[in-house]
């Protein structure tokens, strides 16, 4: 089992430009949910994707927009870069259990994104 | 969701037990303590969970006060692998949104 990955490893952008991160959930794993790290602070929720949906938000612009697919894979979207947009930008999985469990959310080892 | 506090930083001679603090004065009373670590460069990585009961398992232990206003999780035996950012966090579920806070750097020193 590959666990959670994540592509690109690196990107960097400019100011204004578009970019597109992507997650593969863990095997098994049915919810994606983004966060975003900036240096020296703790992951920041930005969404979670559960049945194609998006099921919970973080305080997060609309900038910032997802999609999950068929096969629970993920897309982070996040349009009009700004500098403060750098960061990294962690993905995790887990299975959701409709009764609120505590199946436990395995992160990816995350997209470094500089924005210049 | 509860807010936690934690000190910024600690030490520990490696071999030794790692004791990390957590205040959360706010929990209320359907809300689980959660534990992750981040080692540099890596994303997190779950540890424990408990709700009023201490757990123990292969990583660690969770000792919960009985007013569940604070806690600590315990590394019995600290190894240089261990030093890492470790969060605490308080929520009703592990698979929803995860508030993480400024979390405690542990430094595992030989």
């Known amino acids: 089992d590959a666990g959670v990955t994540q592509s690109p490893t690196h990107l960097i952008k400019t100011r204004g430009q578009q970019v597109t991160l992507r997650c593969s959930p863990k095997?098994?794993?049915?919810?994606v949910s983004w966060y975003q790290q900036a240096l020296g602070q703790g992951p920041q929720f930005i969404f979670q994707?559960?049945?194609?949906?998006?099921?919970q938000r973080g305080n997060f612009p609309d900038r910032f927009s997802g999609h999950q697919f068929p096969n629970y894979s993920s897309e982070l979207n996040v349009n009009a870069l700004l500098l403060g947009d750098s960061a990294l930008y962690l993905c995790?999985?887990?299975?959701?259990?409709?009764?609120?469990?505590?199946?436990?959310?395995?992160f990816g080892p995350g997209t470094r994104l500089t924005v210049l | 969701d509860a807010k936690t506090t934690q000190p910024p930083s600690m030490d520990c001679a490696e071999g030794r037990a790692a004791n990390l603090p957590c205040n959360h004065s706010?929990?209320?009373?359907?809300?689980?303590v959660y534990w992750y670590r981040q080692i540099h460069s890596q994303g997190p990585q779950y540890i424990i969970h408990?709700?009023?009961n201490n757990e123990t398992n292969e990583m660690a232990s969770l000792i919960i006060t009985e007013d569940r206003k604070s806690s600590t999780l315990i590394l019995p035996h600290a190894t240089l692998r261990d030093t890492a950012v470790y969060y605490c966090?308080?929520?009703?579920?592990?698979?929803?949104?995860?508030?993480f806070g400024q979390g405690t750097t542990l430094q595992v020193k030989p």
């Open positions: 995790a999985s887990s299975f959701l259990d409709p009764k609120g469990g505590h199946n436990e959310q395995f």
């Open positions: 095997s098994g794993h049915d919810t």
């Open positions: 994707y559960y049945e194609e949906e998006e099921r």
């Open positions: 706010t929990i209320s009373g359907n809300e689980y």
């Open positions: 408990g709700l009023k």
């Open positions: 966090i308080v929520g009703s579920s592990n698979t929803g949104k995860l508030i």
